[in-house]
């Protein structure tokens, strides 16, 4: 079981309370802290935000060399090309003829090369051959395919399949050949496309007004945003290729490379991988060699294309921020902010701890000595005058008197101000700027009593709650029973019943405390004060006039006296001599009365 016990992580640590609190707060701290929210919330509201609507995207790419790479296949799904001389009317009465080739060549047991050669078809370009741009989204390629006319072109048919792989040294090498020959409509190799081929005088005209012949090709393309958060790559049609030939003069060779995006996309947001994959064929711009000869006699290809495979492949790995990233993030971001904008505050907050502490546990005398002077000496005044003028004592008939009831009236209670003047002007420490400034320059600046007192309230504090010291004050106590009880008496002394906990309120004997309490919190119930005042003075009246004392008791009574201080001495004094100067002019009319002392003769 205690090992269980010992096992639990919530336990309580034990702290001390202030002002009922378990921390020390002030309105500075207070104020801050709303602040500090508010600037938290408003920037953790755009983090969030922007967390759910996935715009964060964090990307690593990798790019592979492989001079044997792996085998790309090009279809409707995502490819398409369209090719054409350009020329009026190509479709109907082609100057040339153009042939697709799937090529495969590869290395046989005995080492030697061997060629395979498939010939695809070609039949005029339709909308559904380009399939792939017109599932993009946000896609207006109809109105393009329109425009460029390109139902006037070429394209493999809508089944085709391109296989691209390797280099020429690699044992398996799969590329596409794209031939611009003579025309010959004699023999109708294509299924879809059967024209009429253009006559000689008009390709002589053609070559005499342009000088040159064109071959034209379109070809489905895509650019890769890996940042971008919803649209990370964009398809096109790419129609920036193109290769001037003039037969048996001027022969044009290209090759032409196809890159292969592997993207994993992650698309969850808590911690673990939820991924979609995505394959992706890209010719990059600098995926191009380019050759140009001149034509020889025996020339029967004017212009050969290749579509090959690159050597490289890139590998994107895409994901969004997540749920423990973006809390790390705002713990981390909340830690600094506490921790920059905190340690100011809590700075002020130790201060104003240590001064309200000195508050309550210290008087600060001799500090504004001649400013309290002058203050008690008014307080002195205006007590003799309404003590005298005012204040009115009755006896109550049934108790004799032995008994005598001061009654204060309602629009006076001069008694009552007197004594809680000596507490509203005992002098308080306060935290002003200059303190402040003093305290942080280390001392450099303002370097006055006021702010001496100041470090030396701060050392004090600091002393008294050393753990050392109140463990030591308490051993005290106990060297204090030690002294002053036999072993038997403290024996019984440690048998006395632990105090009752009901829903009675308990006595409470007053205290200093207790007023300074009442007084700091600014609260109108002057009744509670009197009424701890009342107590006050009974006690103190009741002491001197009980006359069974002790001699022991005697000097003690006479050392409270003394530590109790002049000014108090001096009220009590006054309001003796008055009692007993209204006993002795005995008035018997009861007045309206608020508040009662009850004096012993
Ligand atoms: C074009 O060339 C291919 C392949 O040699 C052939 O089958 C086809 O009949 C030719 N078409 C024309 C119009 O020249």
């Known amino acids: 079981m205690p090992m269980i016990q010992g096992l639990d992580i919530f336990g309580q640590s034990i702290t001390f309370n202030i002002n009922k609190q378990k921390a020390y707060t002030t309105i500075f701290g207070g104020v801050s802290s709303i602040f500090i929210i508010a600037i938290l ?45 350009e020329q009026e009317n190509f479709v109907n009465q082609p100057m040339f003829n153009i042939t697709i080739e799937q090529r495969h060549y590869y290395r046989n047991h005995l080492g030697n090369l061997v060629k395979q050669v498939d010939y695809l078809q070609l039949e005029p370009c339709a909308l559904e051959h380009f399939q792939f741009l017109l599932n993009q989204p946000d896609s207006d390629f109809e109105s393009q395919f329109n425009q460029l006319d390109i139902s006037k072109w070429l394209c493999p048919q809508k089944d085709f399949e391109f296989h691209m792989a390797g280099a020429y040294s690699s044992t398996e090498f799969h590329f596409i050949k794209v031939i611009v020959s003579d025309c010959d409509d004699t023999q109708s190799g294509y299924l879809n496309w059967k024209p009429t081929c253009a006559t ?16 034209q090709i379109f070809q489905v393309n895509s650019i890769v945003n890996p940042n971008s958060p919803s649209q990370y790559y964009q398809s096109y049609l790419d129609g920036e290729m193109y290769f001037t030939f003039v037969p048996q003069k001027l022969s044009r060779q290209a090759n032409l490379f196809y890159r292969k995006y592997q993207f994993q996309n992650d698309n969850s947001l808590l911690p673990f991988q939820s991924i979609d994959e995505k394959e992706l064929i890209v010719r990059k711009s600098e995926d191009y060699r380019d050759l140009t000869e001149l034509g020889r006699d025996t020339d029967k290809n004017y212009a050969i294309i290749y579509f090959r495979r690159s050597q490289f492949s890139e590998f994107v790995y895409r994901r969004f921020i997540k749920i423990d990233e973006l809390l790390s993030f705002l713990g981390g971001f909340l830690q600094i902010m506490i921790t ?49 003028n005012e204040s009115k004592l009755v006896v109550n008939p049934e108790q004799g008197t032995s008994k005598a009831t001061l009654i204060f009236d309602k629009e006076d209670f001069s008694f009552q101000k007197s004594i809680l003047k000596l507490f509203e002007q005992s002098q308080r ?14 001392r450099l600046f303002f370097n006055n009593e006021e702010t001496e007192l100041f470090q030396k309230a701060k050392n004090t504090v600091d002393q008294n709650l050393d753990i050392q010291e109140i463990l030591y004050q308490l051993q005290e106590i106990s060297r204090l029973k030690l002294l002053m009880l036999t072993k038997n008496q403290i024996t019984l002394f440690n048998f ?41 003075c009974n006690a103190w009246l009741e002491i001197k006039s009980d006359s069974n004392q002790n001699l022991c008791s005697q000097e003690l009574n006479r050392r409270l006296n003394l530590v109790l201080g002049k000014e108090f001495q001096q009220i009590f004094f006054e309001y003796e001599k008055i009692t007993k100067n209204q006993i002795q002019n005995q008035s018997e009319k009861p007045t309206q009365s608020l508040f009662l002392f009850q004096t012993l003769n």
């Open 41 to 85: 919330i408003a920037f953790f509201q755009s983090n969030i935000v922007s967390f759910f609507q996935k715009t964060g995207v964090i990307v690593s790419t990798e790019t592979e060399f492989n001079p044997n790479s792996d085998q790309i296949n090009m279809n409707i799904q995502n490819y398409m090309v369209a090719f054409s001389i």
């Open 496 to 536: 006395i019943p632990k105090p009752n906990l009901t829903l009675v309120d308990e006595e409470q004997l007053p205290n200093r405390l207790q007023i300074e309490q009442k007084l700091s919190q600014q609260e109108k119930q002057n009744v509670n004060k009197d009424e701890i005042i009342n107590e006050l």
């Open 340 to 388: 920059g904008f905190g340690i100011f505050i809590t700075y002020y907050n130790k201060l104003s701890l240590q001064i309200e502490l000195c508050n309550k546990l210290y008087n600060f005398p001799g500090q504004f000595i001649k400013e309290s002077q002058l203050q008690n000496n008014k307080v002195q005044q205006h007590l003799e005058g309404s003590m005298i």
């Open 429 to 442: 420490l306060t935290l002003s700027l200059k303190s402040l400034i003093n305290h942080l320059s280390l």
């Open 200 to 215: 000689k005088s008009q390709k002589e005209n053609h070559l005499k007004k342009e000088g040159q012949f064109k071959l």
